[in-house]
């Protein structure tokens, strides 16, 4: 039978765990398109490209996991509890820190679409909030990865070892396009 | 030639520019870089979709249309 009683249930934790790997792959190609010292044109493109469309790809995965986890009843989470955190009755904590996520996520979105109608600084601050609701999407996705599924928990601290090596060499790059214009400035002008 | 429904012109704002090389892959007939990575605008006329998608793709919000 396709349409058993744990039908949503493993819907939600599959697409919930799809949903961790694409979000990981997203915030990848955003940190290296920011952080990279010397981009070539074509692999910059496609890096951003990827991370726009696929950005729009994960919502889908998101959004069916969100509707799963609540229309499956399995667990008592209320629809309020996805945007509030902290109030559902099931996990509050983790829900809660899923809630976190999706209101930093909606605001990250929201800005990201009105970009060329808002100012860049105002853009460029709610979007270093992607580092935030990442870190909170690992956690929740963590800790809710349970004993029995080690492959779950597996992938979701995969997710947050790479995210996390590329969030340090981000740090460590500081800015490309301020460290090559002083090198261009300093160079030997004939 | 002035800017159309199908046609615009495209610039950048060199203070925002940091170099990514997008618009030379997205507009290659239009932008060319030069030895450090930056935009040099061959050509401003460009066809309205493919610069608005340039736009777009430009990691820095540099790029714009008139």
């Not at chain 2, 030069?34 to 979709?49: N, Q």
Request: charged letters at 15%; hydrophobic letters at 55%; glycine letters at 8%.
């Amino acid at each position: 039978m396709i349409f058993g009683e744990s039908t949503l249930w493993y819907l939600s934790r599959a697409t919930g765990v799809v949903s961790m790997v694409l979000l990981t792959v997203v915030v990848i190609l955003g940190v290296v398109t920011a952080g990279r010292r010397r981009p070539d044109g074509a692999s910059a493109t496609v890096a951003m490209g990827i991370h726009r469309w696929l950005s729009m790809g994960m919502l889908v995965f998101l959004i069916t996991h969100i509707i799963t986890a609540i229309v499956d009843g399995f667990v008592n989470i209320s629809w309020l509890a996805v945007v509030v955190p902290f109030i559902s009755e099931y996990e509050p904590l983790l829900v809660g820190f899923g809630a976190i996520g999706v209101d930093l996520l909606v605001a990250i979105l929201v800005t990201s679409f009105l970009r060329h109608r808002i100012a860049e600084r105002n853009w460029r601050f709610i979007h270093w909030a992607t580092y935030g609701m990442w870190l909170i999407a690992v956690i929740h996705g963590f800790s809710f990865g349970t004993a029995d599924q080690p492959v779950l928990r597996l992938i979701t601290l995969g997710c947050g070892v790479i995210g996390g090596l590329f969030a340090s060499w981000r740090v460590a790059t500081s800015f490309a396009d301020r460290h090559r214009r002083t090198e261009i400035a300093a160079q030997e002008w004939s | 030639m002035p800017s159309s429904a199908d046609h615009r012109r495209v610039a950048v704002d060199r203070i925002l520019c940091s170099g990514h090389g997008v618009c030379a892959q997205t507009l290659p007939a239009s932008i060319a870089l030069d030895e450090w990575g930056y935009p040099i605008i061959v050509e401003d006329h460009v066809d309205a979709d493919a610069g608005a998608l340039a736009v777009k793709l430009c990691p820095a919000r540099a790029l714009f249309l008139r």
